[in-house]
Each structure stands twice: as C-alpha cells, then as structure tokens.
C-alpha cells in the first residue's frame, strides 16, 4: 500500500482520511492543529488523541522529515544546513539573522541545470526536482524542529524556482496557508522565466519578486547565464513590466558586481534604460563572493556604480552576504563546508 504523506494533505484530505477510520472530523482539526500550529509531526506527542488513533497515523501515513547532514555557524550568526532529503539527493538552506529579521533561504531544486557562470551551485547540474513538501519542510525543519525564528523566506537557494513552478507554488501556499507567513515576506528570485513571470503575476497573493540581471548588455549577459541565449532580455522586461502593472508593484533587480566585467559606465547606462516604465524597479547591488576555481573577483567600483545608478533616478542599495566565511553566501552553495 502506497502511504500518503502527511504534509501533502489538505485538511479535506485529513478529514476525509479519519472519518474512513470511524473518528469524527474534529479530531483531523486537532492533528492539522498539532502539525501546522504547534510543529509537531510525530504522532505519539499528539496526546489528546486516542491512543489508537495515533498508532493509525503512524501505521498507514507517511511522515518523512529532512535528515540533517552537516551545519556550519558563521562568525555573523548565519546557519547553513545541508539536508538529506526525503525523496533523495542533498540540497542547502541558510538562516540569516539580523537584527530582528530572520531570513531563511531555501532550494527548490537538487543542483541546478543553468549553469551560470559565477554560481557554484550551476556547476553541479540538475539532479531532480524537489516536491512541494521538500521545500516547506526546509522552513518548517528550521522553525519547529530547530526552533529557530523565522520572519522572511527567499527562494534564492539551490536551484531556479520557475522552472519547478508547481512545487514551489505548492511550497509558497505552504508557507502562507499553514506556516500563517505574509506573502510580502516571500520573495521568489528568478533568472527570468518570462513564462514563469507571467504565471505568478496572475495569482492573488502578492509574493515578491527578485530578478537576476547581472548585465543588461545582451552578450555580457550571455557570457555569465547560458540561459540568455536562448531568452532576450525584451521578453524578460516584457513579461517583468506585465507583473509591475498587474501587481501595482515594484521587482528587485539583482545585479553581482564582477570586476572589469560588468560594473562600468557602459554597463550601469545599460541597466538605468533596462528600467523604464512601465517597468518599476529598485536595485539591490550584490557583492560577489569568491568561488574557488571561478575566475571571478569583487568589483572595486562598488560605489560609484551605485552612484552613478542613483544619479539615473534608480533606488539602489548594496547588499551585503551574509555567512561568506562558511560558503553561505549568494552564488556560494555547493554542498561544500569549510
Ligand atoms: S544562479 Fe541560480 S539559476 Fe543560476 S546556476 Fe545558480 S542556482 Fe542556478
């Protein structure tokens, strides 16, 4: 018999599932309460249900969990976890405190089959796609079972989000639905999907959006992400522009600052005519972290890169990495600890 997992069920499915084994609805309530409200997922410490019906959930559905692997703490506060997961392969999330704002950033695939140039994750490959429930469970391992707070989640981990669109459509409902998070608080950060785009601006929760530019100069672009090959960046401003209408919102343009590669006067002229209406955008500059065996190095023109963009009219900020020093940061995932 094939057992359904718990974390894939909706509350009609848990009602549907104990009214079949002759207890009355209310007590699928108690179990979505004990498993959504109170994280906890192991049967035998939901002790107000009978004890019957205990031993039937852990008989006949399946509660698979992340087996954590390794953890890695950086001198800033920041965690890394790299999972064993429950349907195979390994993938890391990090945990970012600051200040009074807790970030996880979680993965959506195993590995990732882009391959851009400066990330060390593109280098693995795509091994699988992760499940709905995989994804969840990443926020949901750190909040309950770590016990670690959580305000935020970015999906700027392991693997390109819009090319697992259902699962980690899936995994947002999760986090809005039963881990009660704000979608303000959830932002999704592509390399530009124009479909995936388009798909995400017609739904009603207003998640953020965060894309991944790196160069509005078509052949530098295409050097740093295959995947600009085969997509313009017309159709991803197309589809970005569709979404700021639709949404009556702004997207986060991500832009890692490389040296004598894309942090130029040419290159910052390029990106302030990328963002004309009706695309709305703010830019959050990012600086690199080195990856051994990538050629890459931060860009010493940090400032006046940004100056010259905000002299253009652009909002533009300098985001810092956190956990660079355990190969936590943005680009750094590998499934390696240090
Ligand atoms: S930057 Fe994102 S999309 Fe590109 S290879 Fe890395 S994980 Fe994949």
Request: a positive charge.
């Given at each position: 018999?094939?057992?359904?997992?718990?974390?894939?069920?909706?509350?009609?499915?848990?009602?549907?599932?104990?009214v079949?084994?002759?207890?009355?609805?209310?007590?699928?309530h108690?179990?979505?309460?004990?498993?959504?409200?109170?994280?906890?997922?192991?049967?035998?410490?939901?002790?107000?249900?009978?004890?019957?019906?205990?031993?039937?959930i852990?008989?006949?559905?399946?509660?698979?969990?992340?087996?954590?692997?390794?953890?890695?703490?950086?001198?800033?506060?920041?965690?890394k976890?790299?999972?064993?997961?429950?349907?195979?392969?390994?993938i890391?999330?990090?945990?970012?405190?600051?200040?009074?704002?807790?970030?996880?950033?979680?993965?959506?695939?195993?590995?990732?089959?882009?391959?851009c140039?400066?990330?060390?994750?593109?280098?693995?490959?795509?091994?699988?796609q992760?499940?709905?429930?995989?994804?969840?469970?990443?926020?949901?391992?750190?909040k309950?079972?770590?016990?670690?707070?959580?305000?935020?989640?970015?999906?700027?981990?392991?693997?390109?989000?819009?090319?697992?669109?259902?699962?980690?459509?899936?995994?947002?409902?999760?986090?809005?639905?039963?881990?009660?998070?704000?979608?303000?608080?959830?932002?999704?950060?592509?390399?530009?999907?124009?479909?995936?785009?388009?798909?995400?601006?017609?739904?009603?929760?207003?998640?953020?959006?965060?894309?991944?530019?790196?160069?509005?100069?078509?052949?530098?672009?295409?050097?740093?992400?295959?995947?600009?090959?085969?997509?313009?960046?017309?159709?991803?401003?197309?589809?970005?522009?569709?979404?700021?209408?639709?949404?009556?919102?702004w997207?986060?343009?991500?832009?890692?600052?490389?040296?004598?590669?894309?942090?130029?006067?040419?290159?910052?002229?390029?990106?302030?005519?990328?963002?004309?209406?009706?695309?709305?955008?703010?830019?959050?500059?990012?600086?690199?972290?080195?990856?051994q065996?990538?050629?890459?190095?931060?860009?010493?023109?940090?400032?006046?890169?940004?100056?010259?963009?905000?002299?253009g009219?652009?909002?533009?900020?300098?985001?810092?990495?956190?956990?660079?020093?355990?190969g936590?940061?943005?680009?750094?995932?590998?499934?390696?600890?240090?």
């Open positions: 018999m094939v057992r359904m997992i718990l974390w894939e069920l909706s509350q009609e499915d848990l009602e549907n599932w104990v079949s084994k002759g207890y009355p609805k209310y007590r699928a108690q179990i979505w309460g004990w498993v959504w409200n109170k994280g906890v997922s192991y049967p035998g410490q939901m002790t107000d249900l009978p004890l019957r019906l205990r031993e039937k852990e008989e006949e559905l399946s509660i698979p969990h992340l087996a954590l692997w390794h953890e890695a703490i950086s001198r800033d506060g920041t965690r976890f790299l999972w064993h997961m429950p349907e195979g392969g390994s890391e999330s990090v945990w970012m405190p600051h200040s009074n704002r807790y970030t996880v950033c979680i993965s959506s695939q195993v590995g990732c089959s882009l391959n140039q400066f990330c060390a994750t593109g280098r693995l490959g795509l091994e699988r992760l499940k709905g429930y995989e994804i969840l469970l990443q926020v949901y391992t750190i309950y079972i770590l016990r670690l707070p959580v305000t935020h989640v970015v999906f700027m981990g392991m693997g390109e989000p819009l090319l697992n669109y259902s699962a980690v459509m899936e995994a947002m409902e999760g986090l809005t639905s039963r881990l009660r998070m704000s979608p303000r608080r959830i932002t999704l950060s592509t390399v530009g999907i124009p479909k995936g785009i388009l798909r995400l601006a017609g739904r009603k929760e207003p998640f953020e959006l965060a894309f991944s530019l790196h160069s509005a100069i078509p052949a530098k672009r295409q050097q740093l992400i295959p995947l600009a090959a085969h997509i313009s960046l017309e159709e991803i401003r197309h589809a970005l522009a569709i979404y700021c209408q639709k949404r009556r919102d997207v986060t343009l991500e832009y890692i600052l490389l040296d004598g590669i894309n942090d130029g006067k040419e290159d910052a002229e390029a990106l302030l005519a990328f963002v004309r209406p009706p695309l709305y955008a703010k830019v959050n500059l990012l600086l690199y972290n080195p990856v065996g990538l050629p890459f190095k931060p860009s010493s023109r940090v400032v006046s890169f940004q100056k010259q963009l905000l002299r009219g652009l909002i533009t900020t300098v985001r810092r990495s956190r956990g660079v020093d355990i936590a940061g943005c680009g750094q995932l590998a499934r390696q600890f240090i």
